[in-house]
């Protein structure tokens, strides 16, 4: 009897303390680039979480229950904002200033914004059948919003991430300076050495399959002769691949790039019966696992893919 009543004391203490500890603190990113810088300046002091899965598309995804939750309980949110990630917009209104990072939001960022190349405007002719959510919608708005591409933005964000932890932790101040040194020195070092990589290759023409990398273009100082669609759901239109072709017939280009999760076959048939390289851009990073290192790690592969078929090689 005794014995038995020891043991509900026992239990009862246990249960008030599971209840009373707060869920593990950790940082939740939208996309894996994201997730990238996360994990450089929350190094040794939470982990992170990524929501869009390896092989899925930024352009289109919609949340489970389960990222809801993740979110919800999240120390720190960061995501690019709804005119690229619309699936997240509406879950994330009532996350408190402290607890979200809206990177295209950024005081630091707003002059950063480059427009949208869609000068020649065919991908507005959707097909009938074509299913257009809403963050398609979004997506033909100004900006183009893939900013983790660009790694002066990339470092604005590890700056902002830093100060929103340390608010949150002012105890970890030494780790979290330590952290955000260690990044900014670690990309000074690789854009140095991605500029001497691109030093030969700055006048060679290059078609992409989707218009998402004009910041590091920019940044870089690379020659795209232009892309076949602004959003990889959406199938470039017949004038587009007209003047695609013509520009490849000119010799215009060396490179016709795809990406992992987009080979269309529209690339072969524009491309038919010419000599003319393929190589393939990961906007992404989907293999690369998240360590202190994984954002210059990411733009490192990405030179890396860029180099490989615009030498030749
Ligand atoms: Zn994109």
Not at 153 to 177: S, T
Not at 182 to 197: R, V
Not at 260 to 272: L, Y
Request: charged letters at 20%; aromatic letters at 8%.
């Amino acid at each position: 009897m005794l014995l038995l009543k020891k043991s509900t004391i026992f239990t009862s203490a246990i249960l008030a303390i599971l209840i009373s500890l707060p869920a593990q603190a950790n940082v939740v990113a939208s996309i894996k680039p994201l997730g990238f810088i996360a994990a450089a300046i929350a190094d040794g002091i939470m982990p992170v979480e990524i929501l869009l899965p390896d092989g899925a598309s930024e352009h289109n995804y919609s949340l489970r229950p389960s990222d809801l939750k993740k979110i919800k309980n999240a120390t720190l949110v960061i995501w690019i904002g709804p005119k690229m990630e619309n699936f997240m917009a509406k879950s994330i209104t009532g996350l408190h200033d402290k607890k979200n990072i809206e990177i295209a939001n950024m005081q630091e960022v707003k002059p950063l914004l480059l427009k949208e190349n869609n000068l020649h405007n065919d991908e507005a002719l959707v097909p009938e059948n074509a299913t257009i959510n809403d963050s398609h919608q979004y997506y033909h708005g100004n900006f183009n919003m893939h900013l983790w591409l660009s790694p002066i933005i990339g470092r604005l964000v590890a700056i902002e991430i830093h100060e929103k932890l340390l608010e949150l932790m002012p105890e970890r101040k030494n780790k979290l300076d330590a952290n955000l040194q260690y990044f900014e020195s670690k990309l000074a070092n690789t854009n140095e050495s991605i500029n001497t990589q691109f030093k030969s290759l700055r006048n060679k023409g290059y078609f992409v399959f989707h218009d998402a990398y004009t910041y590091f273009e920019k940044y870089y100082g690379l020659s795209p002769r232009g892309h076949f669609t602004i959003n990889p759901e959406i199938q470039p239109g017949v004038q587009r691949l007209h003047q695609i072709r013509t520009q490849l017939v000119e010799q215009k280009a060396v490179c016709v790039f795809a990406e992992p999760q987009f080979r269309p076959a529209v690339i072969n048939v524009v491309t038919h019966g010419m000599q003319i390289r393929k190589g393939t851009l990961d906007p992404l990073g989907t293999n690369i696992s998240l360590s202190p290192d994984s954002y210059v790690n990411f733009l490192s592969q990405l030179s890396g893919q860029y180099a490989s078929c615009l030498n030749g090689e």
